[in-house]
C-alpha cells in the first residue's frame, strides 16, 4: 500500500480530523506520520506527505525544510498551507484596508512575545490539569462533586506491581521493548515518573503500557514547592528501584516528551509567581 505522512504546521488541526473523518484511504493506504494522532519524532521516507497549517514560526521552517526531502509527492492541504490561512491576514494589505475603514471593527491582535498562562492576567478559581483531562475530571469541576476522592498520585490508581528482583541498568526507550502487563514500568526500564505526579487520570497510559510522562503535573506533595524538589523526588525513585546511573534519568527527565509537561509546572513556585495553592487544583 501506499505510504503517506502529515506534517502540521501552524494551524488548527481542522485538516486532520477532516482527513481521520475519512474512511476510504483506510484500506489503500498507510499513514506512517500524524503527530495529531501517534507519538512520532521523525517523518519516514513517504510517496506522499500531505502538509497543512501555515508557516508562522522558525521552527515550521525548519520542519518544512527537512520533511519535503523524504517525500515524492508534496500536497499543500487547506487554506493555511496554500495562503497562509487566518494567521496571514495581518500580512496582507488590502485586509487591513477593510478592518481600519470600519472604526466598529476591532484591529487584527498583535501576537505577545510569548504564550502565558491565563492567571498571569486574571484571578483562577479552580486549575484542572492535563493533557487532556479525562471526562470524569471534567464531570468533577462540572457537578462540583467535593466527594469524588482523587488518589494523591499516578502511581497510586497504577497499582503494577513492583518487583525487587527487577533493577534494570539502563532506561529503555519510549515504546521499545515487550512491555510485561502487570510489572511496574519502572521496574523494567521506562522512565515512568507516575510516583510523583497527581492522580485522578485513572492511570490510563501506565496501565496501557505507556510511561506517565507527568502530563497532570506534580502532585499535593510537589505542588507548592520549587520544580527541582519534584525532580528530586524522580531520581531518588529511581536511585531506589533500579541501577541507571542518576546522570541517564537527568537527561531524560530534559527530553522533548517530558519537558513539555514537567517544565511547564516549574513556576507553580516559581520566581515571580506564587505557588498554586494545592485546594484549587482537581
Known amino acids: 500500500m501506499k505510504r503517506f505522512a502529515v506534517l502540521q504546521l501552524s494551524g488548527c488541526s481542522g485538516c486532520e480530523v477532516a482527513l481521520l473523518n475519512a ?7 498507510d499513514l506512517e506520520y500524524m503527530t495529531l494522532v501517534m507519538s512520532a519524532y521523525d517523518l519516514p521516507e513517504v510517496e506522499v506527505l500531505l502538509i497543512s497549517g501555515g508557516l508562522r514560526t522558525e521552527a515550521d521552517l525548519y520542519k518544512l525544510r527537512r520533511a519535503v526531502q523524504k517525500a515524492d509527492q508534496i500536497v499543500a492541504v487547506g487554506t493555511c498551507a496554500i495562503s497562509g490561512g487566518v494567521a496571514n491576514f495581518a500580512n496582507r494589505p488590502e485586509l487591513n484596508e477593510i478592518f481600519l475603514a470600519d472604526a466598529e471593527r476591532l484591529h487584527l491582535p498583535d501576537l505577545l512575545p510569548s504564550c502565558q498562562p491565563i492567571d498571569t492576567e486574571v484571578e483562577v478559581d479552580l486549575y484542572l490539569p492535563g493533557c487532556p483531562p479525562t471526562p470524569q475530571l471534567f464531570m468533577v469541576v462540572l457537578e462540583e462533586s467535593s466527594e469524588v476522592k482523587i488518589p494523591r498520585t ?39 515518573i507516575g510516583t510523583s505526579t497527581r492522580g485522578g487520570c485513572q492511570a490510563i497510559c501506565t496501565l496501557a503500557g505507556y510511561p506517565c510522562v507527568g502530563c497532570r503535573g506534580p502532585s499535593d506533595a510537589f505542588i507548592e514547592k520549587e520544580s527541582q524538589v519534584w525532580f528530586n523526588s524522580i531520581l531518588r525513585v529511581f536511585s531506589h528501584m533500579t541501577d541507571i546511573p542518576e546522570k541517564d534519568i537527568e537527561v531524560a527527565l530534559k527530553s522533548t516528551q517530558l519537558s513539555m509537561f514537567l517544565f511547564q509546572f516549574a513556576d507553580y513556585a516559581g520566581a515571580g509567581q506564587a505557588p498554586r495553592k494545592k485546594e484549587k487544583v482537581i
Not at 23 to 29: A, G, L, M, N, T
Not at 181 to 191: P, R
Open 23 to 29: 474512511e476510504q484511504w483506510i484500506d489503500k493506504y
Open 154 to 192: 499516578v502511581c497510586q490508581e497504577c497499582g503494577l506491581k513492583k518487583d525487587r528482583d527487577m533493577r534494570p541498568s539502563q532506561l529503555i526507550g519510549f515504546q521499545q521493548g515487550e512491555v510485561l502487563a502487570d510489572i511496574c514500568l519502572v521496574n523494567q526500564g521506562y522512565l515512568c
